[in-house]
């Protein structure tokens, strides 16, 4: 049997179960909340493992190693930066979250949530960010159809643009009939299959080289600054400055709706502590695996004589020197996984923001039938605007991620942070610092670097600047307010276990 075809039969497997996953998800949701947030009814470990694989992306099967393998260990403080923010995020966020958006109006997208919290009376702010929601992750699916083209580009030596819309039909399927829950239940076996992966292949490609010790010396030969956390010279301003833009994407997960939405769909705030555990160990795994790709593959490359033209395949290029052509295929399956996985849950969640905090806003009531033929019609749309600004790329995988990675980190992370834990948050203040943020984020990426010769990811201006005026305006605009205390003092007790309900 031809090797290509051992590897389309792999894809096919897991193209079918992804859309028997959405099917049996699609006869278990039986309402709009429902096809939106699962009922609030997420057990711990598909909380936790789908955060995980909706999060993390293509950039870790791809952009990830690829940074490792080109830079060497310097670009390991992205992972060390997400390791870290995404600890504090489970520990303090997840719990405090799901307890306020149940006090909240029972709450299910983030801008509700922000409405509510605030007692918005303007609906201003739930707009506002609705807005931000559809605009930032139109550019991030956008992001994972590169990832999708370039993939199908190496694996089978199709055209950029049939592995687009290969990728984007097979999520849209599993996508739009199973919603919030099959993205969830899918993102669980994605989350398996991504971790499987990082594992397995580094650890054959450094037996081929012939064990540890023949691998860092391969390493070495090439370049030995390639196993340096600081490049391998004296510290400078520049390499500090980038050590400090890469630990901070680890800021950007305090503001990811298709992350943090996953804590609001727990069973309850007791959950988060379980889920907290599972989700890093999965995440430390993975990542420690992508690392060892990316630094493994430079000896492997150097050692075989074999050739890579893009960095950002060596785990593709590796697999399919080493691996069985049908396990070369699950492999493949899990590269796909890792996009797909990020691609239903963005979807998800911009069809919530346009339905719940657009359409319900500004429009007329409407029957549930038609809310989730609204919600299915919004996944549509976003995966076809996403689609054409991915028909010609600019940039790397991880530079497209990047941007819009920042621009919910800063829109949205301080807004979330500030809801949770300061009382004398109010909406104006809010909605000044987010909008602050996002247009930080769009000036600083197109006109710092070139005008300040300032390399800095933008996440962090953009995410000091929202704070600075969200704490600003709040204390010139806050007045007593005594059911927003009590709504705060109770998400406090309810996320601390001293009370089952939110009444």
């Known amino acids: 049997m031809p090797d290509q075809t051992f590897q389309v039969t792999a894809l096919v497997v897991y193209f079918a179960v992804m859309i028997g996953i959405g099917w049996y998800a699609y006869r278990q949701t039986a309402d709009h909340e429902g096809y939106m947030l699962a009922g609030r009814q997420l057990p711990p470990w598909t909380a936790a493992l789908s955060a995980g694989a909706s999060d993390m992306s293509g950039w870790l099967m791809m952009g990830l190693p690829g940074a490792i393998y080109a830079s060497g260990l310097i670009e390991a403080w992205i992972a060390i930066g997400l390791t870290a923010g995404a600890y504090l995020n ?19 997208t983030i801008p509700s949530f922000f409405e ?89 490609a450094i037996a081929a080289i012939g064990g540890p010790g023949e691998t860092m010396a391969g390493v070495n030969e090439i370049d030995p600054t390639r196993l340096s956390f600081i490049g391998g010279a004296a510290l400078s301003a520049t390499t500090v400055l980038g050590i400090i833009s890469a630990a901070a994407w680890g800021l950007g997960y305090f503001g990811q709706p298709h992350v943090i939405v996953r804590f609001m769909a727990m069973r309850d705030a007791a959950s988060a502590g379980p ?23 430079i000896a492997f490359f150097h050692r075989t004589g074999a050739t890579l033209d893009n960095p950002e395949l060596v785990v593709l290029e590796m697999s399919r020197i080493l691996l069985h052509p049908l396990v070369v295929g699950f492999v493949f399956a899990a590269v796909l996984a890792a996009i797909m996985s990020t691609v239903s849950s963005q979807l998800i969640v911009s069809s919530s923001a ?20 609204l919600g299915r019609g919004c996944v549509l749309a976003v995966a076809v605007i996403a689609g054409l600004l991915a028909l010609n790329p600019s940039g790397t995988i991880l530079d497209l991620v990047a941007f819009a990675w920042a621009g919910f ?12 834990f300061w009382r004398r948050l109010t ?52 007045v007593p307010n005594a059911e927003l205390e009590r709504e705060f003092d109770a998400a406090a007790e309810l996320a601390s276990g001293r009370v089952t309900t939110a009444s």
């Open 354 to 373: 346009f339905v719940e905090d657009l359409y319900k806003v500004v429009g007329r009531d409407a029957s549930p039938e038609r809310l989730m033929a």
């Open 409 to 420: 980190g800063a829109s949205f992370g301080p807004a979330v942070l500030l809801c949770l």
């Open 90 to 108: 489970w520990k303090f966020v997840a719990p405090r979250l799901r307890s306020y958006t149940e006090v909240a109006r029972n709450s299910i």
């Open 116 to 204: 509510n919290r605030l007692h918005d009376t303007s609906r201003a702010l739930r707009v506002a960010s609705g807005a931000i929601v559809l605009v930032f992750f139109t550019f991030y699916v956008s992001s994972m159809m590169v990832a999708g083209g370039e993939f199908f580009v190496l694996a089978f030596g199709g055209t950029y643009l049939t592995g687009m819309i290969i990728v984007a039909v097979v999520t849209l399927a599993y996508t739009m009939i199973g919603g919030f829950l099959g993205a969830s239940l899918t993102d669980v076996v994605q989350g398996l299959m991504m971790m499987l992966a990082l594992l397995v292949v580094p650890v054959i």
């Open 427 to 478: 909406n104006w203040g809010a909605l000044a610092g987010m909008i602050v943020g996002a247009v930080t984020v769009f000036v600083w990426d197109a006109y710092a670097p070139q005008i300040a010769g300032v390399d800095l990811y933008e996440i962090i201006p953009g995410f000091l600047a929202n704070v600075l005026v969200a704490v600003v305006v709040s204390r010139a605009t806050w």
């Open 275 to 297: 889920a907290r555990r599972i989700g890093m160990s999965w995440m430390i795994a993975t990542l420690v695996g992508a690392v060892t790709c990316g630094v493994v593959g």
